[in-house]
């Protein structure tokens, strides 16, 4: 029953704190004092980057991973694990589109080979070739084995991207929340609606994947359905 | 488990050998590919580029991609490939037999391309021959990751086309740790970082490779 | 047939790839020490069948298991250990010689080497072992495989479309040589588009169609 209700109330809490965000973050929060009204991208930017390259890829990464444990491999992870990186695809180029808005005035170029932004742009082309692999694959099995085996090699170059890529150049700005000593940065309402957007773009996250997980259910179900009207078709073929 | 990596990887070299692949198609392509640089670079710069580094790299990852694919190809038709299988061989054994041997092809292209990059591109001697260590560690790990998107590209549709798009975003970091590398070597700089990426990739794509490989023989 | 439990034991077997199905429904027992001939026209899962047999494709749905195997649930890779096959497609690295190429099933096997020259003989290839397997014709290559499955000796040998690219002679050795891998205590599938016209095997013979099993001699 909790489940249920949860699953109920996620769409509309979703709605309700992605509203308060815009409220908060275009009326409410009062601009920076260096970067004007441009730090409204504050309460988007980060939190669809946290979604994209934590939240969004980490979930595909563990499903690939329970996938291919035998204890708990199913369809329910195989699917979770595809339809968590198309998810996450589509966050990563919006997280590449709202940082390049932030950063044309900044830096005056659309683009800058910045650390983050360029190893953002190499997860992006991960997880494109994951869904390229995933249509290269007509069999269930060895498609979901691949696409697992892939998702968990991608996990693990994350923090050998993040690294070669902050050593190699780095324009971003530095810890925008926190310090090096752990100190906040940010203060007041804006921390508020800062942490509020974090939580709002989550559960954004967890919505979309819940539609798109009964999307591709119902799309294995007429599959499925393709694969006995097949397997009577066949059976045909020998009596007559 | 290394027993096998041996035998496979002398399989593998013997047949290199044999085909001379490496020798009349892959080096003329690496060596031409210098050329193109130099060519794209003008002739103000062709000689005088702090590019040279990184467009070595860039070619070897080029001929690194030919040679993964060739890699693969070796194991011959699905036939083969069935008889193979039924030999039951220990899959973290082949992982390292293959990824062996195409380290050992791409040490050797390197030395002939690094030649190549003194000659053309004009990096100095001896910053280029105290850049080999390094150049054996990265090639290292790109023979480990390639072996793995090899097998991982293999018998889905269009596995020559599937490869570059699932090896190419891995092998950036190995781009930049060996760009780095190479110019702090040219440039007498600090190298630690680039060791410390270099290593981590190395070990975390063999480690990977030994508890994966089977899953992907499986599918 | 004989009291021995069988080798194969299939009920229902589908197997499907890429959402069609190469085998809709199997039922079929095998003994050991036996020959079976697997028949049919092209498509009917003639090759699915022995692929099935050898753990070399995966059971979709329903029960099998061979040599003691489930091949849904057991380790299909010990499976293909205890298997030969020899297939109508080349079987080998082509550029290596046909010595080489049995030096790398022995050492993979961990069986002596001193066998190869032997098993090379016997299959009348003595005079070829340094030729590159490429360089060796259709039937010289299926004379080749053979003296990779004699090196391997495995428990059940699957030989799809073995009697392709043999001339009479070679047919007739072919026939010799399956009669002693049975009497030795192997079970033999064969698959062939007609049943066999050696009248020196008494083999079983399935016929297949659509991926079924419509006719059995046994």
Redo the contacts between chains.
Sequence with gaps: MIKQLSQRLLGPVTLVLLALTLWLGLWVTPPDKVQGNLVRLLYVHPAIAWVALYVSFGTAAIAGALYLWKRTRSELMDRIAYCAMEVSTVFIILTLITGSIWGRPTWGVWWAWDARLTSTAILGLFELAYLALRRANDDSDLRARRSAVFAIIAAINVPIIHFSVDWWNTLHQGASVFTEDGKITVHGSMLVTLFISLFAFTLLFFWLLRARYRLEVLRDEKYQSSLDEALAQRRREGVH | MIRIALLVAGKDLRIERRSRVLLWQVLPFGVTGLLLCGLALGPTHAGHSSAAPGLFYLVMLLVALLMINRSQVIEGSVGTKTSIATLGLDPAGVFLGKALALAVELWLTAVVLLAGSVLFLHTALSGTVSALPSVVVILGALAAAGTLYGALSGGGQGPATLLPMLSLPAFAPLLIAGERSFSAALDHGSIWRWWVISLVALVAYLALGILLYGVLEES | MSNASPVVELRDA?V??????LL??VTLEMPPHSLTVVTGANGAGKTSLL?LL?G?V?LTSGYGVVSGVDLKTGD???L??R???L??????????TAK?NLT??A???ERPVGEIPTVLERVGLAHRSST?AKQLSAGQRRRL?LA?LLL?R?ETWLLDEPYASLDDEGRTFFDQLIGDVVAGGAAVVVSAHDPLRSSSLTPRTLT?????V?GDDA
């Excluded at chain 3, 297939?87 to 290596?96: I, N, P, R, T």
């Design positions: 589908v499907m790839i890429g959402g069609f199905p809709s429904g692929r050898g070399l995966a299909l890779r010990d293909r250990r298997v030969g096959w297939g109508h497609e080349g079987s080998f690295y082509d550029d290596l080489e790398f099933a050492k993979a096997l590159p495989g990779w391997r495995p297949l169609a659509g991926g079924l419509v």
